[in-house]
């Protein structure tokens, strides 16, 4: 039976998500890759079960992530049932709808039926009454905003969800979606987002001093530009067990001598700091206004642990140093 470490509460910082009650671990484990069928469930423990004793008590997921789609859900649910269900109240458990999950018109995007249908699916998947947070994945186009406002009030008020948070929206999104669930009593409490020292596209949408001014945070997703921020490509090599070599989501012709050149220097930086590259971005992600957590993609127990030593080290950022990292962005 597993026992959580004792002094889990004393390595992790916590932010507020949002202007909500709810208090986030800066770092969330993110289950996007390395839960699917093909990976090893012993690691995928190990790696939960290090997550919590260091403690991450975030755990995010999605109907599609695998693969195959849903398998991850799976996977974390027997984990929970392996052990870590007797911690269900010290954990966050985030799951999200909006991207394709089944065929036919009701399989996907922002409509009542898909949203409530596939949050019953997930809560079966992992063995669970209700998740903590439900993330519209996705802004949807072609359904009416006021339905997916309705849908998602639905979903806490039914009590499937304690909060709901939005993924990908921009500024303007975020701030009709906040408008419209306002009159349900329910508000956003995170923003799902992309960012990393290589990909700060929301910085012109100010996305988050808009978000501040509406009082949701955010999480960022990505912080390691899917690993190219660690030391993993610098040599020029693309290692076989790595997502460069995968060549799906992370492409290995992004990996140019230009960029190269510009991670040697990163690193120089980190290393004068006494961080890693990898701990040196998730700091830099950290010193973002409005960031209530960073999600986190580990293959393995090393990685993982590799990025929780960040809060070890001085993760300020002086006012010289940004703008020397930001010269090689
Ligand atoms: N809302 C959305 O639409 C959305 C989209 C994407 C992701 N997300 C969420 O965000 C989470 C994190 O995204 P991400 O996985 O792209 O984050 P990431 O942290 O940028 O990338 C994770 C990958 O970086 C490499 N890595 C991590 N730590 C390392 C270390 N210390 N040394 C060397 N390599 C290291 C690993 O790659 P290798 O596998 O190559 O070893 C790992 O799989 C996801 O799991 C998911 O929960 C949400």
New binding site residues.
Partial sequence: MYTAAEDRYGKMLYRRAGESGLEMPVF???????FGESGDYEEMRRMVYTAFDNGVTSF???NN?GPPGGEAERNFGRILKDGLSSYRDEIIIST?AGYPMWPGPYGKGGGKKYLVSSLDQSLKRMGLDYVDVF?H??PDPDTPMDETADALAYIVQSGRALYIAL??YDAKGVAQMTELLSHYHVHPVLN?V?Y?ILDRAFDRDNLFVNLNRLGVGSAI???????L????YISGEV?V??????NV??KESVITAGLIARLEELRKIASARGQ?L?QMALSFVLAQRSVSTV??????T???M??LRTLETDIRISDDEMREILSYA
């Avoid at 921020?229 to 993993?232: E, G, S, V």
């Avoid at 067990?241 to 995968?246: G, L, Q, V």
Wanted: some cysteine; hydrophobic content about 30%; charged content about 20%.
């Fill in positions: 969330t484990l993110g289950f996007w890759h390395n995010d997921l999605a992530y999200k993330y994945h996705c993924s990908k799902q992309r990393s997703f990505s912080p390691l530009a899917q690993g921020l660690t030391d993993k290692p067990n790595s997502r460069a070599h995968e989501y992370l890693s990898s999600l986190i993609g580990a293959r393995n090393e990685q993982l590799e990025n």
